[in-house]
């Protein structure tokens, strides 16, 4: 039984490292948190589910739409809640965010309604069987597709010339600016980026789930930030261990406490993190 | 200057205040042409959006079948929706601002019994009747004597569903999750009484919040207690998620659940993992009476889809609000309470209604199952 939690533990937490790494990039180069990853995520699962609903049942289609659609977002929120906000208080853009949040979520619920959609299962046959443990195909898809992404992040933050200067603006934008670097496009391109993981990881999180709703992003928003802060908001490596961390250790508090705690054991790692080691496992510490 | 303008500005508005109340005062005497106003209280956004979207069809669909016919008392009725979010909150202010507003007579709504209860003190204290179609806790019509459920109380539904698993079924050992709210610890609490009273066995019982969306680890945890069924106190968008996870498991079992897995929606998200799955209703879309076959007609033409239990019993409020009004004779408030706890076999989609001295519903209940996802009758079988 303790594997088939932990198996569980590393499906869902495949979906919090999505979108803890979505937190993480944007508040690496800006220091904002972008509260509106939660409406980002159930906008990529809409748009994974009109893809499969009116176009092709295919997966991989799916996903694409939710990446663009994420993509898009984020680079809508940017223009909208950072670029025309910036040098007035760093709170206004925070709370224009969480503005674009609900905004995104009275406006999905305009245009597809409040009802819960269904959405199809992929590769739900049996993968493997061990005793009372069973696994089946799409969960090992998530989490390879989900490897596969946080790997192509890591490439493209170490290996690239955007990815450097992701990091040289997360470092001290003032002065990447006085080295020739273009900020503003800089931090567009993280907050694109951010959106487009938190697109994949709505389509990927909704087939999981088989439902598609315009809430539906409230409360995975909300955990995941809180894998961010548990594995360090500046630190990528850190976003990925807290998601998978967070995720392991719920899994394991309802098998030992109760259902009814797991919710309080995500947001206790989160107010404890913050007050006795707010830089998380892996951040780096910040001269802010 | 601008204290000067201040100052007529505040003359402005103090006037026009005096003068709404004067208005307000005159209403009372309004002109017949005037309609009569009744409150609806439903969470129209949020997590229980599709329930309250619902209650604005049915409810809606059901003034207009009334004012065609002639309204009441030669009164069209009118209906003002407000959205409490499925927030107890929002529910108690939106209580406050119907009872304040003398142009309505009486309220419909909430969907939840937790905003059921917010709001009740508040109706209570102003005296408007609060008609609930579905707060289904047995602390809610007992509480005010202004307050009406017609949905039954779980302690009359879950012993007939505690008998259907154990005689009708044949289970004996049954696990147990429900969502942890005033609705779903009561119905839990009133199954497992009802079900260990018969000799079955609870082997274990979980419960989850409002907007979870992984049940995986608590069913693997339940399934740890090897029970031959599963007991779910859980709407059905929940409960087709609970059981999509369960199938995902791989774990095959028997699900029961109360009246509220009852929807078209189940089947549609739970696919083939609702399967094998038993509850009971009170309203049954397939039933041939030709009130119930209009009513789904029509309700699908306006809307584009099927009504559901929660749907049905709306239109039965507003149907039965107006009723009470009709016997009434008047639209005082207090008459209207009066006339609505005589009711006596009113005829609802979703059953009889009769009232017990507290305000609670006395229904009767059908079985019926999931078989190659469509709901059908059990005892039909």
């Known amino acids: 039984m303790f594997v088939q939690q932990l198996i569980n533990g590393i499906t869902q937490g495949s979906i919090f490292a999505l979108l803890a790494i979505s937190f993480a990039v944007i508040y690496g180069v800006l220091r904002l948190v972008n509260f509106a990853t939660g409406a980002t995520y159930m906008m990529g699962a809409f748009a994974g589910w009109l893809t499969v609903q009116y176009v092709s049942r295919n997966i991989f289609l799916a996903m694409l739409a939710g990446l663009i659609t994420g993509w898009c977002i984020g680079y809508l929120i940017e223009k909208v809640a950072i670029k025309s906000l910036r040098g007035v208080a760093r709170i206004a853009s925070l709370i224009c965010t969480i503005g674009f949040s609900i905004f995104m979520m009275e406006i999905a619920t305009v245009i597809f309604g409040a009802e819960t959609k269904a959405m199809p299962s992929f590769f739900n046959e049996k993968a493997f069987t061990l005793g009372e443990v069973s696994v089946v195909w799409y969960q090992l898809f998530l989490v390879g597709t989900a490897v596969t992404i946080l790997l192509l992040l890591q490439v493209l933050i170490f290996k690239t010339k955007a990815g450097l200067a992701i990091r040289t603006v997360s470092l001290d934008f003032k002065t990447a600016g006085l080295m020739g670097i273009n900020v503003d496009r800089t931090i567009s391109l993280a907050f694109s980026l951010g959106g487009a993981t938190a697109g994949i990881a709505g389509v990927l999180g909704s087939v999981y789930y088989n439902i598609v709703n315009p809430t539906m992003g409230n409360l995975q ?4 930030f809180s894998a ?26 309802v098998q030992i406490v109760s259902g009814g705690y797991r919710d309080i054991i995500g947001f206790v790692i989160l107010v404890g993190f913050l007050l006795f080691r707010p830089r998380g496992l892996l951040g780096k510490k910040t001269s802010l | 200057m601008s ?29 017949t042409d005037e309609p009569v106003y009744i409150a609806l209280t439903a969470p129209i956004t949020g997590d229980y959006a599709e329930y309250g979207n619902n209650f604005k069809r049915s409810v809606e669909m059901a003034i207009d079948k009334i004012n065609a016919g002639g309204g009441v008392l030669g009164r069209k009725l009118a209906v003002l929706v407000g959205d409490s979010k499925g927030d107890p909150k929002e529910s108690a202010t939106l209580a406050q601002k119907w009872t304040s507003d003398p142009r309505i007579v009486a309220q419909i709504g909430d969907f939840t019994s937790t905003c059921c209860l917010a709001a009740q003190p508040i109706y209570d204290q102003a ?9 289904s806790h047995t602390k809610f019509a007992q509480g005010s004597k202004w307050s009406f459920s017609i949905v039954g109380t779980q302690a009359g539904e879950q012993p007939f569903i505690a008998d259907y698993a154990y005689n009708k079924l044949g289970l004996r050992k049954i696990a147990v999750i429900h969502i942890n709210n005033d609705w779903g610890v009561d119905t839990a609490r009133y199954f497992t009484e009802n079900f260990k009273k018969l000799g079955g066995t609870i082997t274990a019982i979980e ?19 090897n029970p031959e069924a ?91 609000l107006a009723d009470a009004m009709k016997r009434a004779g008047s639209f005082d408030r207090d008459k209207i309470r009066e006339a609505l706890q005589a009711t006596k076999d ?13 305000g609670d519903a006395i229904k009767q209940y059908t079985r ?7 709901f059908e009758l059990f005892d039909k079988r």
């Not at chain 2, 005296?127 to 707060?135: E, F, I, K, R």
């Open chain 2, 3 to 31: 204290k000067v303008l201040k100052g007529v500005l505040f003359l402005a508005l103090a006037l026009g205040m005096v003068c709404s109340v004067y208005a307000g005062g005159k209403q009372e005497k309004a002109a």
């Open chain 2, 230 to 320: 599963l007991f779910m106190a859980a709407m059905y968008n929940d409960g087709a998620s609970i059981s999509n996870q369960r199938a995902k498991l791989g774990w095959n079992l028997p699900v029961i659940g109360p009246s509220s897995l009852y929807s078209e929606q189940l089947l549609k998200l739970g696919g083939d993992a609702v399967n094998n799955l038993y509850t009971v209703v009170s309203f049954f879309t397939d039933d041939p009476k030709p009130e119930i076959q209009s009513y789904v007609t029509e309700f699908q033409k306006r809307y584009g889809l099927k009504p559901n239990f929660h749907a049905s019993l709306a239109y039965d409020a507003m149907m039965l």
């Open chain 1, 221 to 224: 928003g909300l955990k995941s």
């Open chain 2, 127 to 135: 005296g408007m009747v609060q008609l609930s179609p579905t707060a």
């Open chain 2, 207 to 225: 419960n989850y919040f409002d907007g979870e969306k992984d049940f995986t680890a608590i069913l693997t945890k339940l399934r740890a207690s």
């Open chain 2, 346 to 358: 009113f005829p609802g989609l979703a059953g009889s209604i009769t009232f017990t001295e507290k």
């Open chain 2, 368 to 374: 019926v199952m999931v078989k190659n996802n469509k």
């Open chain 1, 228 to 253: 961010a802060v548990f594995g360090g908001l500046t630190s990528i490596p850190g976003a990925i261990l807290g998601g998978y961390l967070l995720a392991i250790v719920e899994n394991f508090g």
